[in-house]
């Protein structure tokens, strides 16, 4: 079942919009409680810890391709996991999760500019017009259907780190295609060991100048979910979701972060839904749709073990 469902693209990719719009929500409300790097670092060890019994031996039957290849590994390391995250974590503490989802729809424009730069990969007509569309949706819902809104938000240092960590992330998910000839377990148990490996220094520096953290049921239970569901999970779906179809027809679900967060402050935050809410939705879904179905056509790489 599990194999189906990782060749199932577009199912994965909504999953991980689905936890990544969780990570930001729970990042604002832990923001303050657990230093942005600390979060990051205990993020990514406790993944590691999680994923090593059913990875290690993949890792190990993949050890000398990764060794050839230990330049591109680091680099996806550093750009996916010991920056991005850290840096969207930092911005949590400036600014609110609401500027944090509008500015992640900037996402798949980081990423077209990448694929560009580094693999010559051009938007195709579909997918420009479906990431237009899509952002429009985006855009209704966070101004609540009335433009006006828009100009009342204030960008801070906040949102100059989210949108300097969504470049990050943009370099990371175009060198995706790169990714050498590595099993799903193994590519990302690499990857993720790398990157706490480079965040640790800066784990290190921050822990000396911050206060000593109290693991109450609001840290762990936080730290827990960001353990398992936007990393371990998040970061196979959405690796094996850009294998199968690409860096620029993955983009377009970047956009169904601000609707599932709307979502989730409806259900968890008590918001009540509105008319926007029902036609931001549509454009969102309408978006991903058009770029998904109207795109270069891809060949789909072996299923990998």
């Known amino acids: 079942m599990f194999r189906r469902l990782l060749d199932a693209p577009y199912l994965l990719l909504t999953l991980v919009s689905l936890f990544w719009a969780g990570n930001i929500v729970l990042g ?14 205990l993020r990514w060890v406790l993944a ?49 999760a609401l500027n944090v989802l509008l500015i992640q729809s900037t996402g798949p424009l980081m990423i ?43 960008f801070n240092q906040g949102d100059l780190w989210m949108l300097a960590a969504l470049m990050v992330y943009g370099i990371y998910s175009s060198l995706l295609v790169q990714r050498p000839k590595l099993s799903q377990l193994g590519f990302l148990g690499f990857t993720l060991s790398i990157g706490a490996l480079l965040l640790t220094p800066i784990f290190i520096a921050e822990r000396a100048v911050s206060p000593p953290i109290t ?33 620029n027809r993955a983009a377009p679900f970047f956009h169904l972060m601000p609707v599932f967060g ?7 935050l008590g918001e009540r839904p509105h008319l926007y809410h029902a036609a931001g939705y549509a454009l969102v879904l309408s978006g991903v749709i058009i770029a998904t179905l109207w795109a270069p056509k891809r060949v789909s790489p072996a299923r990998s073990s």
């Open 112 to 154: 077209a500019f990448w694929s560009l730069v580094l693999n010559g990969e051009k938007l195709s007509v579909g997918q420009a017009i479906g990431i237009s569309l899509s952002l429009l949706g985006v855009l209704t819902i966070i101004c609540r259907g009335d433009p006006a809104v828009l100009a009342n938000i204030e």
């Open 28 to 41: 604002r409300h832990i923001a303050g409680h657990v230093p942005p790097a600390t979060l990051a670092w």
């Open 262 to 268: 709307s979502a989730l402050a409806i259900v968890f």
């Open 48 to 96: 590691i810890l999680i994923l090593l019994p059913f990875a290690w031996r993949a890792m190990k039957a993949d050890w000398s391709v990764a060794l050839r290849h230990w330049k591109l590994l680091a680099v996806l390391g550093f750009t996916g996991i010991t920056l991005f995250n850290t840096m969207q974590y930092h911005a949590l503490e400036f600014t609110p």
């Open 215 to 247: 693991f109450d049921a609001r840290a762990l239970g936080s730290i827990a979910y960001v353990a398992v569901f936007p990393s371990v999970l998040a970061y196979l779906f959405f690796n094996r979701g850009v294998q199968l179809v690409g860096p």
